[in-house]
């Protein structure tokens, strides 16, 4: 059992930062790899960024490419979400996620815990 806790999000203008967190307690969080998770308004949750358990491999969605960075601290039992030059197409619901495999994931399915989702409004 892994029990996640995201905090960071907030409102924030176009071209701005945030950083998320992911807390995690319970089990053994090194055995965990970890996904990043959106959910706007009227659309499906989609993948963000993944990261393996060992954190050297990672995944971004195409539309985060190059202004998000994923990251994780196992002895800390956190994960991070860096997100850079905001725009207001990623104002969503973010949720941090945890699978039960080392390679990182992509699928919702492959996710057995789930944090509660902290929102990220950009606006000007």
């Known amino acids: 059992q892994v029990e996640l806790v995201e905090s960071g999000g907030g409102l924030v203008q176009p071209g701005g930062s945030l950083r998320l967190s992911c807390v995690a307690s319970g089990r053994s969080f090194g055995n965990y790899a970890i996904g990043w998770f959106r959910q706007a308004p009227g659309r499906e949750r989609e993948i963000v960024a993944a990261l393996s358990w060992t954190g050297s491999t990672t995944y971004y969605a195409d539309s985060v490419k190059g202004r998000f960075t994923v990251s994780r601290d196992n002895a800390k039992n956190t994960a991070s979400l860096q997100m850079n030059s905001l725009k207001p197409e990623d104002t969503a619901v973010y949720y941090c996620?945890?699978?039960?495999?080392?390679?990182?994931?992509?699928?919702?399915?492959?996710?057995?815990?789930w944090g509660q989702g902290t929102q990220v409004t950009v606006s000007s």
């Open positions: 996620a945890a699978a039960l495999t080392t390679w990182y994931q992509t699928r919702i399915g492959s996710y057995r815990y």
